[in-house]
């Protein structure tokens, strides 16, 4: 049986985050990443199929629990970011149009 060494595993799994990072900022409706319920749960559903990935490889012993919890919080951080950056630019637009 071959083994997998923790930098793999933890490399795969950031490689996973990154695709759900691509994933939300290749959308062109910023307006629909802000209001669309669809599209939220596209990204919930693929942030619990990261989060049971990363469970999964914990359980297995392939990384540590507090290594598999940074890159979500990290995943999570840079979400917010993101999300908050396509609110200030919706605000900014809607303030626009009002004036």
């Known amino acids: 049986m071959a083994s997998i060494s923790p930098e793999l595993a933890l490399d795969l799994l950031y490689q996973e985050a ?3 990072k691509m994933l939300i900022k290749n959308q062109q409706n910023q307006f629909c990443i802000s209001q669309c ?3 939220e749960e596209v990204v ?3 942030m ?3 989060s049971r990935q990363v469970s999964f490889s914990v359980r ?3 990384i540590s629990e507090e ?3 940074q890159l979500l ?3 999570e951080h840079d979400l917010n970011q993101y999300y908050n950056e396509i609110y200030e630019k919706n605000k900014a637009i809607e303030n626009g149009k009002e004036v």
Request: aromatic share 10%; net charge negative; charged share 30%.
């Open 60 to 62: 297995l012993g392939v």
């Open 18 to 20: 990154d695709r759900i």
């Open 67 to 69: 290594e598999g919890q």
């Open 44 to 46: 919930d559903t693929q």
């Open 48 to 50: 619990y199929g990261l």
């Open 73 to 75: 919080s990290d995943l």
């Open 37 to 39: 319920k669809a599209f």
